[in-house]
């Protein structure tokens, strides 16, 4: 069972447009809402991350939107560049504060 | 600052042989240690996490184990390796209830 739904699988956006990942999950104990940003053959590297009190969190060009109502979460990439390119995951913390449940994984490409 | 070692960080076994990756954590104490695996174009599975020495929990049935020997060494560990893992494997480490920081991973592949 998947704890944390993440959408598209995919992604191509040209430059300077927008990148939208989506996310949605059903454990309302979730309490930390982080973004990661992997490219090939590298570690995950935490981009962004919010928590559920507050609807928007910005950092630069990217931006997450909360909804806590509909329990979905999303990655807005503005001004979409080439070097963006990369595998984006999104993930929630557990209860329990030791676990965390990863997104599948949206791979995207920005053509230049 | 926090850094954090995987190695080695490529790796080619043959089926039936055994297996050590290594974790090691500087600049924290008393981390959480995460062992996730990541095949080719797919998310992240996580297959054991540790709060304290000796203490693992794993999260998927195999033929894989971790140890903890010291507070910021991880050890991931199979007697006899498998087709199946084959794979990208991550190491990660939190304090308290923070996020996750990974590691530059271990790219095994088993022949």
């Known amino acids: 069972q998947q704890q944390v739904k993440q959408s598209p699988q995919s992604l191509i956006v040209q430059k300077g447009g927008i990148s939208i990942i989506n996310c949605a999950y059903e454990n309302t104990a979730f309490d930390y809402f982080p973004w990661y940003q992997q490219f090939p053959g590298k570690g995950p590297a935490l981009l962004i991350a919010?928590?559920?009190?507050?609807s928007e969190k910005k950092e630069g060009r990217f931006t997450i939107s909360f909804n806590k109502s509909a329990k979905q979460f999303s990655l807005h990439i503005m001004d979409s560049q080439p070097g963006d390119s990369a595998t984006y995951f999104c993930a929630a913390r557990g209860h329990n504060f030791n676990k965390f449940y990863f997104g599948s994984g949206t791979k995207l490409n920005v053509k230049p | 600052s926090q850094t954090i070692h995987q190695w080695p960080a490529t790796l080619v076994q043959p089926v039936g042989s055994p297996l050590s990756l290594e974790c090691t954590v500087e600049?924290?104490?008393?981390?959480?240690l995460y062992w996730y695996r990541q095949a080719a174009g797919r998310g992240l599975q996580l297959l054991f996490y540790?709060?304290?020495?000796?203490?693992i929990s794993s999260e998927v049935p195999q033929n894989l184990s971790a140890s903890r020997p010291q507070d910021r060494q991880f050890i991931l560990s199979s007697k006899k390796l498998l087709l199946s893992d084959s794979g990208f494997y991550l190491c990660?480490?939190?304090?308290?209830?923070?996020?996750?920081?990974f590691g530059p991973g271990t790219r095994l592949t088993v022949l």
């Open positions: 990660a480490w939190s304090v308290g209830a923070n996020e996750q920081f």
């Open positions: 919010i928590r559920p009190d507050v």
């Open positions: 540790s709060v304290g020495i000796g203490q």
């Open positions: 600049g924290t104490s008393n981390p959480n």
